[in-house]
């Protein structure tokens, strides 16, 4: 993993994402993030570098009307659904998907929770306990992307990883502090 540029204004690096079909630029609702820190703030840079860098995103009904992508998206949570503001490379809008968020409460929460017991950990557990942290960190991290992929079926093709990224940067959008 590369270290990631301060904003995800920056091109993709060349030979990354093959295809049109891709996120290029993607964004958080600043006024839907109500508190950071250094690890969350961290985790949101990696998950926007990372997914910038490799991911697939073909927005089914945009795609039908012809658009060929790549894409901007922006994210925000509205009435307690998920909006993803999808808009073409010059930011023209192309559609906007709203995601029911009641099944993610739980895998949230969850993750949460084991994120905090992973920091607490780093600072002072043996190798093998940070380890044993890790492994169910991910373990939820990737039911969570395996439910989004669910909930996308049909409205975007995208894949697991970019799945993933996406479940960590839902999370940032819960952070209550």
């Given at each position: ?78 009435d307690g ?11 023209a809008p ?55 992929l669910e ?27």
């Open positions: 993993m590369s270290t990631p540029p301060p904003d995800s204004d920056l091109p993709p690096a060349p030979g990354s994402s093959a295809g049109a079909h891709r996120i290029v630029h993607i964004s958080l609702d600043e006024e839907t993030i109500l508190w950071r820190n250094a690890d969350v703030e961290q985790e949101r840079r990696v998950a926007i570098y990372d997914l910038i860098e490799e991911n697939t995103f073909k927005p089914v009904r945009a795609a039908e009307r012809g658009a060929k992508g790549p894409y901007r998206l922006h994210l925000s949570v509205r659904r998920l909006a993803m503001d999808i808009s073409d490379e010059a930011e192309l559609e906007t998907l709203l995601i029911g968020l009641a099944r993610f409460r739980r895998p949230i929460r969850e993750y949460f929770a084991i994120c905090d017991s992973y920091y607490q950990a780093i600072r002072k557990a043996t190798p093998t306990e940070i380890e044993t942290i890790d492994m169910a960190r991910r373990g939820i991290h990737n039911n969570a992307a395996e439910l989004l909930r996308l079926e049909g409205k975007v093709e995208t894949d697991f990883p970019t799945a993933r990224r996406l479940f960590t940067l839902i999370c940032v959008l819960h952070i209550k502090g």
